[in-house]
């Protein structure tokens, strides 16, 4: 039980700033910018994944070719680890134990143990693997393809590719419904989101959008879906029910990077154009504010804990 006296950890959004090789630590209840990491000149950071259990946020690198691990406890780099010749999506297991690192130029996967700092394995996958992410319960990974039109479902246990699924163009951004059973892949091209059904491993919609659309995230009940529009300096917001858009909300320039906080109350809006999150309330759907970043923030991930 815990006393009056007690407190708890502050809850953080790691932002990988790209243009000046930072990442902006967030506090969440504040909403304000509590420390500035430097992540080492010339890296670019770009993706990031945490692990609330953990107590990690990981970092992916291009121009470095490798990824920084930050303890979110000190907010500090702790260990950097060469990986691959590009990588750029990242994301890891709720334990924080296991890491996967997409290579934009080698086309493949690598498995981090986040335990002994080794490369497990490599996984070969489509052209430009962009978007990652991880589904603890039924041991997958999923894995867009940008430049082969794909998605990939990989088995985390086995490292074996299960399904390949052809979707819309240029699939970039990922997101997954909280019980497993929707993907939606986010098609910067065609400007639309493919919806798959995981268990049929089969594409069952296709939901039309903004202009060069390239992240998103699922409310935490499921039923809302929010896509950033880099053209239209946009975020979709879709009805996952109907799987029809019901509000667009203008936020800052290019956005890119997005994420909502446990709670389902704010969605975080990464703003590359203009160095700038745009903060929503996902009750009103209006921006509450507004916070200066770094130069080129991406966020390209889960850049917010979650502990489910």
Not at 241 to 259: N, Q, W, Y
Request: aromatic share 6%; net charge negative.
């Amino acid at each position: 039980m815990l006393s009056a006296c007690s407190t708890l950890p502050p809850s953080y959004a790691f932002m990988t700033n790209q243009l000046n090789d930072s990442v902006s630590v967030i506090d969440l209840e504040t909403q304000k910018i509590v420390k500035t990491i430097d992540i080492g000149e010339g890296k670019r950071p770009a993706g990031i994944a945490t692990s609330q259990a953990g107590h990690k946020a990981f970092v992916s690198n291009p121009d470095g070719m490798d990824i920084a691990i930050i303890d979110t406890n000190t907010l500090e780099v702790t260990n950097r680890i060469p990986v691959g010749a590009g990588p750029v999506g990242i994301a890891t297991n709720k334990e924080g134990t296991r890491v996967y690192i997409a290579d934009w130029y080698k086309n493949i996967i690598s498995v981090l143990n986040a335990d002994t700092s080794k490369i497990i394995a490599t996984i070969p996958v489509g052209k430009s693997p962009a978007g990652l992410i991880v589904d603890d319960k039924q041991q997958r990974l999923y894995v867009t393809n940008r430049d082969d039109n794909t998605v990939m479902i990989i088995d985390t246990q086995h490292y074996g590719i299960l399904n390949t699924i052809k979707v819309g163009k240029a699939p970039f951004g990922v997101a997954l419904s909280p019980d497993g059973q929707t993907l939606y892949t986010v098609n910067v091209q065609s400007s639309d989101v493919s919806v798959i059904d995981t268990k049929q491993a089969k594409l069952v919609d296709t939901i039309d959008v903004g202009e060069w659309p390239y992240c998103a995230v699922v409310s935490p009940d499921g039923h809302t879906l929010y896509v950033t529009n880099q053209d239209d300096g946009t975020v979709s917001v879709i009805d996952t029910r109907s799987s029809s858009v019901i509000d667009t909300i203008e936020v800052g320039e290019s956005p890119d990077g997005i994420d909502i906080t446990e709670d389902g109350q704010f969605v975080y809006v990464v703003n590359w154009g203009e160095a700038t999150i745009s903060v929503i309330d996902s009750t009103t759907k209006k921006v509450v504010s507004t916070i200066k970043t770094g130069k080129g923030p991406r966020g390209f991930g889960q850049f917010i804990a979650k502990s489910k």
